[in-house]
């Protein structure tokens, strides 16, 4: 009787350590999230390239144009939401029309806009 209970215990026991182990392994690979694979930084022109279309040199050129591109209208979306913030403060009375104009001169000084 006591060898029955010997096989039954460590069989619980061997099962437990078995399921916690698979368990831990599968976890991680059922909570990863399909990644959004960004926009690779050839913008696809690749294929331009490829069907003799633009040579490389040209490619680089293109890229390059399109890279800028973004990182201006990246720029500009950022300055928009500081411009907006600041009239915001202006409208509400925490700022005063000179502090709000200092202020956004100083803005339109870091990001370059007239």
Known sequence: MMDISVVL???????AIIFTAVRLAIN???NKHDEIIP?????????L?????????????????????????????????YARVLQ???EMGY???EQ???KMNKLNNYFNVD
């Open 9 to 15: 215990i460590w069989s619980v026991l061997l099962f």
């Open 28 to 30: 991680p690979l059922l």
């Open 39 to 47: 926009e690779s930084k050839d913008f696809g022109l690749v294929k």
């Open 49 to 81: 390239r490829d069907i003799s279309i633009l040579s490389n040199s040209e490619l680089e050129k293109v890229i390059e144009l399109y890279q800028s591109k973004g990182i201006k209208e990246k720029n500009y979306e950022q300055y928009q939401k």
């Open 88 to 90: 915001e403060l202006n």
């Open 95 to 97: 700022l005063s029309d």
């Open 100 to 102: 709000y104009s200092s």
